[in-house]
């Protein structure tokens, strides 16, 4: 287990986690080795940390949800915080009230951070602008999902050893993912090499500005990678038709044990959930535990999460914090 002692501080100074972009390889190294200490620790013996007892956590999602909202709401009870769940569905947003009536109205509540999921980019930067406590940004649209990256990262460190250097295939619906986003800008500043594959409908235009390489041939892109993480398709945010059909995308874009061939014989496989399987997946690339870490990405939020609210509580007792 690493020394948690020995892990560098202050390693991040920003009030808020609001994406990946802008923060620097040594705050994402920070975020990774406390997520790190996190992650070894046997949940069974260590049930909670008495580290944010007294402090409060609001989870906000505007969106449903079920993995990552759980997840925070869990990360955030083993530091010991008190936590309240909100939902759209009986919120004042409901009757009328405007994400700004809902940011002052929480803020005189005297939250230490909000957990805020928003379906439109850039809602919760909007928010974190209005409130006095720490706001993690849970996923705002195509925009960023910051603590997805995070836990995507974490996951291909432990079983790789390293980020630096490899070769990773993100395919799908590039244009709708703020899954994609967010791990693009990770995995670049982490030097790694990313490779960016979906068809033609859902490639965003310029996107090899952001350092990646584009393909819309998935064998051509799989070729010798190291790590393949495929990704949802996202038909809620889709108006009009980006595809074919589900069994044509599935054809030429799903990942089944022919494509899998053509990357590395070590190359690991990953998925952020929920899958469609059949459309994204097959179940026996799914579910091949040997090359599949699906499962450990789940395991690592709860992991990275804590990390993010100690990170950022503790940002807000440093007289050097930055926005």
Known sequence: ??????????????????????????????????????????????????????????????????????????????????????????????????????????????????????????????????????????????HEHPTQALLDALTIRRRKGKLAGLTVAICGDIMHSRVARSNLHLLTTMGARVRVIAPPTLMPSGIERLGVEAYMDMRAGLRDVDIVMMLRLQTERMQGSYVPSIREYFRFY????????????????????????????????????DRSLIQDQVEMGVAVRMACLEALTASLRAPTEVP
């Open 254 to 289: 799903g990942l089944d044990r022919d494509k899998l061939a053509l990357a590395k014989p070590d190359a690991l496989i990953m998925h952020p959930g929920p899958m469609n399987r059949g459309v994204e997946i097959d179940s026996e690339v799914a579910d091949d535990i």
């Open 1 to 142: 287990m690493q020394d948690f002692e020995a892990i560098a501080r202050p390693g991040y100074r920003h009030r808020h986690l609001l994406g990946i972009e802008g923060l620097t390889p040594a705050e994402i190294g920070y975020l990774l080795d406390l997520a790190g200490h996190y992650a070894v620790q046997d949940p069974r013996a260590h049930k909670h940390s008495p580290l944010l007892s007294g402090h409060t956590v609001i989870n906000l999602f505007f969106e449903t949800s079920t993995r990552t909202r759980t997840s925070f709401e869990l990360a955030a009870k083993r530091l010991s915080a008190d936590v309240i769940n909100m939902s759209v569905a009986w919120s004042s947003i409901k009757k009328g009230e405007t994400l700004i009536d809902t940011a002052m109205t929480l803020n005189a509540m005297h939250p230490d951070a909000l957990i805020v999921r928003h379906p439109d980019s850039g809602a919760v930067k909007l928010l974190s602008e209005k409130v006095n406590c720490s706001v993690i940004n849970a996923g705002d649209g195509s």
